[in-house]
């Protein structure tokens, strides 16, 4: 049974939580503060026993989702790419126990991500083709001062050791008002996981079963997902997709310009693009103008679904948060949303969204997001959005319209805004976030670090 | 129009397609009669097919099977284990042709089901959009039952919920050498919109002209 107040706005549920929330890194279900600060650092391991030995160091460091729903706190995790696991001497067999994607990596699954033209890798930061990134450590706070604390925590445990090495280091933290670099409020809808010890917010539902989330409990398919051997190494460990996006805010602001001749008409095609207005209110409860009321809470801010809104005259078909989760849409092609959620971490890096960013040169202020996608299939999952969701248009009859905020575009790309008598088709529409690196970590277990940093196994 | 006229009456040497057909001549130098003649006579026109080519028509759909444009195709022949094709040929009579499954789907352009080798294999072949790669895990939660059904009268069928589901498929799917696909960029989805649209394109343009 679960007690006392929650930060993330949910009630405590009545009935004890299913999972071993003490062995589950606390990112995998702990929303990031509001606000808040961190740092995401890359390693690389220079040899084996340098690193078990820094892992043996930070595990007793790495929080547990032990009461995860008091986000207002400050945490380290980690998670491993296949190239670190490799690096740390996991033993062969385990090894070849993950999923093929995993073990390639995400620059080698280029094609099936569809990350082309300028998200192709060849486009990348060095770091994210070296094959280098071998441990990430992410450090999370409410406060600056608690976040130093816990940087200098995890700083203490590589700094001045041979057996590790940083390859790259970025802070990331809340900017004014908790907008993204695209100047909206995100991260409002979570999948709500069964068993985890908190009752959904309205509209978050359904429930879905952990096991697609977290290794080692049955999925949606009512059995477990495979998961890496042996069991002490997969179990309640889970995957998690890196992907870092430079945000082109003066390309985005340009478009809105270009296609809105009043402010208001700018900031009403800048809320169909996501499908929220920039304050979080969903166009599906406030189609016409903002309630910043309704943004502001979570209890009301996701309680919706595409009901009375089929043909998207209020959200259209292709704006971002439908595309990203259908909920009740009708699809083109037999789909079970349910299966291809992601728990998303957004955090936010560079300079703050600027409303009046209009150049070529403001698109390359460093400023964007790192994305952090966490499944327990998170490769199938980030592949299946990359193709079906983001990349094309035909399961909601779009034909090959893409998603407006994180779509790679194409020439000549279009946005289809339904109306009543004819629909509006947007022109110009550009590759509003470019994707400047990417990998895949595995997020173990705590007993799973301890097994991995053991000397001999 | 003179340029026109001349590259009509003498076509350009392409040395490419002068290959191709060296390659063609080649292969029937042994061919029955028949068909050397055949080759002699239809050069010219099928010197101007292959001149017409500009790119590779082939394209893999992942794992197995071939793509063109938005389409791919998959192929398979299955060996029907002990009594299956009784259960088979009852499942397939009992639709009477109709697959209301098959539009649950929404991306199957068709499906071909064939008894071969005295009811001992079936021979299964589709055409469909994207990859289906994708969408087995749906498969696995939206319609299990259907799948369990109709597959487990084929041998080695590791039952909806294996892991081995994939590899599955994959193992027992041939891709087409060739095969041909009038309309490459058109999904089903697609199909199904435009001819919505068609008849209300139509009466606009009734009400207007």
């Not at chain 1, 207005?277 to 309704?294: E, H, K, Q």
């Not at chain 1, 949303?337 to 955090?347: A, K, M, P, S």
Request: with cysteine.
């Amino acid at each position: 049974m679960v007690s006392g107040k929650t930060s993330v706005g949910a009630t405590p549920s009545t009935t004890a939580p299913m999972l071993e929330l003490h062995d589950i890194q606390a990112t995998v279900l702990r929303p990031r503060p509001a606000p808040y600060f961190g740092t995401h650092v890359l390693l690389r391991v220079n040899d084996a026993e340098g690193g078990r030995a820094f892992l043996r160091r930070l595990t007793p460091h790495v929080a547990s989702s032990t009461e995860w729903w008091n986000s207002a706190n400050t945490w380290l995790s980690v998670g491993l790419s296949y190239a670190g696991l490799e690096a740390m001497g996991v033993p062969s067999d385990s090894l070849q126990s993950f999923p093929e994607a995993f073990r390639v990596g995400m620059a080698a699954r280029a094609a099936q991500l569809r990350d082309e033209g300028v998200n192709h890798p060849r486009n990348w930061e060095a770091v994210f083709n070296s094959r280098d990134t071998h441990i990430g450590v992410s450090a999370f706070s409410d406060s600056e001062e608690n976040h130093t604390r816990a940087l200098a925590v995890a700083r203490e445990q590589y700094e001045g050791f041979s057996g590790v090495s940083v390859v790259a280091l970025q802070d990331f933290g809340a900017q004014p008002g908790d907008l993204n670099p695209l100047g909206y409020k995100d991260g409002i809808d979570q999948p709500a996981i069964e068993g985890s010890g908190v009752d959904p917010l309205p509209g978050q539902g359904p429930l879905i079963k952990a096991g697609e989330f977290i290794l080692g409990y049955p999925g949606e398919a009512g059995i477990p997902l495979l998961m890496p051997q042996p069991e002490v190494l997969g179990r309640n460990g889970t995957y998690l997709g890196f992907r870092k996006y430079q945000s082109r805010v003066g390309a985005f602001n340009r478009f809105l310009r270009a296609h809105g001749s009043t402010e208001a008409e700018q900031e009403l095609l800048a809320a169909k693009l996501v499908g929220r207005w920039r304050s979080g209110a969903p166009l599906t409860l406030a189609p016409d103008i903002d309630n910043p009321d309704i943004g502001a809470d979570p209890k009301r801010n996701n309680d919706f679904n595409y009901t009375e809104d089929s043909r998207g005259f209020k959200a259209p078909l292709g704006c971002h948060i439908r595309r990203m989760n259908p909920r009740d849409t009708k699809l083109t092609r037999l789909t079970d949303v349910n299966i291809h959620r992601l728990i998303r971490r957004g955090t936010t890096y560079g300079a703050p969204y600027d409303p009046n960013a209009l150049s070529e040169a403001d698109d390359e202020i460093p400023r964007g997001a790192i994305f952090l996608f966490i499944s327990a299939k998170a490769m199938a999952t980030i592949e299946f959005l990359q193709q079906e969701w983001i990349n094309d248009g035909n399961f909601i009859g779009a034909g090959n319209e893409r998603d407006p905020i994180i779509g790679q575009q194409e020439e000549g790309a279009t946005f289809t805004i339904p109306r009543e008598p004819v629909r509006r088709r947007v022109h110009g529409i550009e590759t509003f976030n470019v994707l400047r690196g990417g990998e895949y970590f595995f997020m173990p277990s705590l007993t799973a670090l301890k097994w991995i940093a053991a000397p001999d196994k | 129009m003179q340029a026109q006229t001349q590259t009509a009456t003498e076509p350009e040497i392409n040395p490419v397609v002068e290959q191709k057909i060296q390659r063609l001549r080649e292969l029937y130098a042994d061919a029955p009669e028949v068909g050397k003649a055949a080759l002699e006579k239809g050069l010219a026109n099928i010197r101007a097919e292959l001149s017409e080519i500009t790119a590779s028509g082939k394209e893999s759909a992942g794992r197995a099977g071939a793509r063109q444009g938005k389409v791919s195709e998959l192929t398979a022949i299955l060996n029907i284990t002990k009594d299956g094709a009784k259960r088979l040929r009852g499942l397939l009579e009992l639709t009477e042709g109709n697959f209301k499954a098959a539009d649950i789907v929404g991306t199957l352009h068709d499906m071909r089901f064939v008894f071969l080798d005295n009811d001992t294999r079936l021979l299964f072949a589709t055409a469909y959009d994207g990859e289906w790669d994708a969408y087995i895990d749906d498969f696995v939660t939206k319609i299990p039952t259907s799948m369990d059904l109709f597959f487990c009268n084929l041998e080695g069928w590791p039952g909806i919920h294996a892991p081995s589901i994939k590899d599955w498929l994959v193992e027992n799917q041939i891709t087409a050498d060739a095969w041909y696909v009038a309309n490459p960029n058109l999904t089903v989805a697609e199909a199904k919109r435009l001819q919505k649209i068609a008849p209300a394109l139509e009466e606009f343009l009734d009400k207007v002209g």
